[in-house]
């Protein structure tokens, strides 16, 4: 189960829960339902993931955006509320966050370089340990990190950068890997063998399977022009990785863009943007292209950016984005629920109050019906 950011925990309550967004006259179970939840405490960028209990942890970013605090929190199954202290998650209740730290961040990187942070719980479960960079040589960072966990204590933060800093067409994605469940961990190595550089202010997500399946989603940077997708695959706990390109873009620009990787059952979703639309797919057979079949967002696209994805066992997809947003420029939310087979459906919506800078989270509730936080 992977997440990126957090380590200090807020006061919080549960702000707002929205109606059902179905197609009207259409009667629906609560399986059907789309609920929207805005971020506690006015915080943006929310995280999500539920735990097998059907707890809901999310982390979001508040305060100034050189250098705010990232903070955790904690709804039981039923809960009206989200809690007031730290609960843990993961394999010996631990919950493993990691984000990059800003230019007044501590403890710093190499020659003072903005360092890539990690915390994980402490082993009572009652609040984190403290944070530390892992981040040993491979600088520069831009855009952002993210981490995965499984169940067996592999933990994997990993990042784009590039130490020669001679641009982002030789930045690479690296990968720090602990096997003691976040207490240590290695040096970090590049992951990937072709030097398809990475987009320097974009995000990048990973994603753990406890079979030992390791996702990592990123934009490239080729020649500075050509902005792909690749999606990463280890099948061995992190050591050695396939990729596979799963959609060009020509841009000689950054797109400021961010990806989802979510899981449904045995399958693994992954989101992404192109060309101001956004697309889901399943990943059924680690990269075989021909599996990755491309569903886009119905309508008109021309400014949608930041996906979230979940699904759910009987096979629906919901896909959610941002609209309007931009630098410094805030926007609307809206989704679309697919069938089984990547038809759209009648269970379709968007709202406004995304704030600057807001992104979106995704998932499924234990019934069966999806949730959106904003």
């Given at each position: ?7 200090f925990?807020g006061?919080?309550?549960?702000i ?5 967004a ?6 629906h ?6 609920t ?13 993931a539920?735990?097998q209990k059907?707890d809901?942890?999310?982390i ?5 955006p050189n250098?705010g605090?990232i ?7 039923g809960?009206a509320e ?5 609960i ?21 990187g ?7 942070l ?10 984190f ?5 892992v981040?040993?040589f ?9 981490v995965?966990?499984?169940k067996v204590g592999?933990v ?10 001679n ?8 990968e ?5 469940n ?38 490239a940077?080729?020649e ?18 396939l990729?596979?390109?799963?959609a060009?873009w020509?841009?000689?620009?950054c ?13 693994v979703?992954?989101?992404w ?5 956004v ?13 990755i ?8 696209a ?24 931009a ?8 989704w679309?629920v697919?069938?089984e087979?990547?038809r ?8 406004a109050g ?10 499924t ?10």
């Open positions: 189960m992977s997440r990126s950011l957090a380590v925990a006061t919080v309550v549960l707002l829960v929205a109606v059902s179905v197609g009207a006259g259409n009667t179970s609560v399986r059907d339902e789309v929207l939840l805005r971020t506690p405490n006015g915080g943006i960028q929310p995280q999500v539920m735990d059907g809901l942890h999310l979001y970013f508040k305060g100034h250098g605090d903070y955790y929190v904690r709804k039981a199954l809960a989200f809690s007031k202290a730290q843990a998650i993961g394999q010996g209740g631990r919950v493993h966050v990691a984000w990059m730290g800003s230019s007044v961040a501590r403890p710093r190499p020659n003072d370089a903005a360092p890539m990690y915390a994980r719980m402490n082993d009572a479960g009652k609040a340990e403290a944070q530390r960079n981040l040993q491979a600088a520069e960072l831009d855009g952002g990190g993210s995965a966990a499984d592999n994997y933060v990993v990042w784009h950068g590039n130490p020669e800093k641009g982002e067409a030789n930045r690479r994605v690296w720090a890997r602990s096997t003691d976040g207490k240590t961990f290695a040096r970090e190595v590049a992951v990937y063998t072709e030097r398809t550089g990475a987009c320097g202010c974009c995000g990048m997500r990973a994603f753990a399977q406890d079979s030992g399946d390791l996702y990592i989603l990123y934009r940077a080729t500075s022009i050509h902005r792909d997708m690749f999606l990463l695959v280890s099948k061995d706990h992190g050591r050695n990785f990729g596979d390109r799963i060009k020509e841009l000689n620009a797109p400021m863009s961010t990806q989802a990787i979510s899981e449904a059952g045995p399958n979703l992954i989101a943007e192109t060309a101001g639309q697309f889901f797919a399943g990943v059924r057979r680690g990269t075989d292209r021909d599996s079949r491309a569903i886009a967002a119905p309508g008109d021309q400014d949608r950016k930041h996906p979230a994805v979940a699904g759910r066992s009987r096979g629906e997809t919901l896909l959610a984005w941002t609209e309007g947003t630098w410094q420029r805030g926007g609307s939310v809206a679309q697919f069938d087979s990547g759209p459906t009648k269970i379709k919506g968007a709202a995304v704030p600057v800078w807001g992104l979106v989270a995704a998932f509730r234990p019934d069966g019906g999806f949730v959106i936080i904003y």
